[in-house]
């Protein structure tokens, strides 16, 4: 009887952790689905660039230079991490 209710308290605690674990994991995808979108919350500045993986350029947002999955951000975060203008459809 020990036993079971020993094993009984370790499968509670287990699922727990697994139920806290999941909370936090779902908190930290709504806070980063939120600043998907040009959000005024998500940006200190009005001026929001697009950039993707292939380049090392930003861009406005549907220029056909963007090559895979567009994101926002921020024009000076974007020149602080080396992203350059795109000289055609000139953001800046």
């Not at 287990?14 to 909370?23: D, E, P, W």
């Not at 991490?81 to 795109?86: I, M, W």
Request: proline share 2%; with cysteine; aromatic share 8%.
């Amino acid at each position: 009887m020990t036993v079971f209710l020993t094993g009984l308290v370790v499968l509670l605690f287990i699922s727990l952790c697994i139920k806290r674990a999941l909370l936090a994991k779902e908190a930290a995808l709504e806070t980063t689905v939120s600043c998907v979108g040009v959000n005024s919350h998500c940006f200190s500045d009005d001026k929001v660039v697009y950039i993707s993986h292939a380049s090392k350029k930003y861009h406005r947002q549907g220029c056909h230079f963007i090559l895979d999955e567009e994101m926002p951000i921020n024009v000076d975060e974007a020149k602080n991490l080396g992203f350059s203008s795109c000289k055609v459809c000139k953001p800046e």
